[in-house]
């Protein structure tokens, strides 16, 4: 779905960026499930240690979209592995790195939300219906923050949170400066650990405005690598 009233610009105020985030079918089907995922997981009270999974997938999620942003999204070799395949997602975000400050070109659509939650869904409810609830609730709840950073990360919005401005400057220069760097969308802690944070350079830049502006001096990026 095409949002006509943000075309040629990203949502600029919070409100903006709420009503466009719930407009599209994607965020708005992956706020569904995951609602009703927290209600259902409640109602077959769940073991400790299920509590204890879905906490501990959403505290280190940064780790699963920086395995994915650079694995699967980008063409990085993948360690031990001698073949790559360039993928359908792959595709895809080379499409969203050709036109960053497209918001319309952000998020997932509701087709990869649902084939998600029958993966999830499916393989849990193989073993319990707990085990199932948890899985799904832990992916999108993951999904949720996942897909509401990467829109902040492209709007015109520049926050007061000093943890969402060193998110935000991330993302950009990702997709400003240098596609080689800054993986995680929703924290940075993942990049750290792996060595693909800001370089030194940047470091006391993070929140600067150069970094927080769509507006940055864009490199003729090539292929995703």
Same mark, same amino acid.
């Given at each position: 779905?095409?949002?006509?009233?943000?075309?040629?610009?990203?949502?600029?105020?919070?409100?903006?960026?709420?009503?466009?985030?719930?407009?599209?079918?994607?965020?708005?089907?992956?706020?569904?499930?995951?609602?009703?995922?927290?209600?259902?997981?409640?109602?077959?009270?769940?073991?400790?240690?299920?509590?204890?999974?879905?906490? !501990?997938?959403? @505290?280190?999620?940064?780790?699963?979209?920086? $395995? =994915? #942003?650079?694995? %699967?999204?980008?063409? /990085? &070799?993948?360690?031990?592995?001698?073949?790559?395949?360039?993928?359908?997602?792959?595709?895809?975000?080379?499409?969203?790195?050709?036109?960053?400050?497209?918001?319309?070109?952000?998020?997932?659509?509701?087709?990869?939300?649902?084939?998600?939650?029958?993966?999830?869904?499916?393989?849990?409810?193989?073993?319990?219906?707990?085990?199932?609830?948890?899985?799904?609730?832990?992916?999108? !709840?993951?999904? @949720?923050?996942?897909?509401?950073?990467?829109? $902040? =990360? #492209?709007?015109? %919005?520049?926050?007061? /949170? &000093?943890?969402?401005?060193?998110?935000?400057?991330?993302?950009?220069?990702?997709?400003?400066?240098?596609?080689?760097?800054?993986?995680?969308?929703?924290?940075?802690?993942?990049?750290?650990?792996?060595?693909?944070?800001?370089?030194?350079?940047?470091?006391?830049?993070?929140?600067?405005?150069?970094?927080?502006?769509?507006?940055?001096?864009?490199?003729?990026?090539?292929?995703?690598?």
């Amino acid at each position: 779905m095409i949002d006509d009233s943000l075309r040629g610009h990203a949502p600029r105020t919070f409100k903006e960026l709420w009503l466009f985030f719930f407009k599209q079918p994607g965020p708005l089907l992956i706020t569904v499930i995951t609602l009703l995922s927290v209600a259902a997981f409640i109602y077959v009270k769940p073991g400790f240690m299920l509590v204890i999974f879905v906490v !501990s997938k959403i @505290l280190f999620r940064s780790i699963y979209e920086w $395995l =994915s #942003h650079r694995f %699967v999204m980008h063409f /990085s &070799k993948v360690p031990f592995v001698p073949l790559n395949i360039k993928n359908p997602i792959y595709n895809m975000h080379s499409k969203h790195h050709a036109n960053p400050s497209d918001p319309n070109g952000v998020n997932f659509g509701a087709l990869p939300a649902i084939a998600l939650f029958i993966a999830t869904f499916g393989l849990g409810i193989i073993v319990s219906i707990e085990i199932a609830l948890a899985l799904t609730l832990a992916s999108f !709840s993951c999904l @949720l923050l996942y897909e509401w950073f990467h829109l $902040l =990360s #492209h709007s015109e %919005v520049i926050p007061r /949170s &000093k943890m969402q401005k060193n998110i935000i400057s991330r993302h950009r220069y990702h997709h400003h400066i240098d596609s080689a760097c800054c993986f995680s969308v929703s924290s940075i802690w993942a990049d750290r650990i792996f060595g693909t944070d800001l370089p030194y350079e940047f470091s006391e830049l993070e929140a600067d405005s150069c970094l927080l502006s769509l507006k940055c001096e864009s490199e003729n990026l090539g292929e995703l690598e």
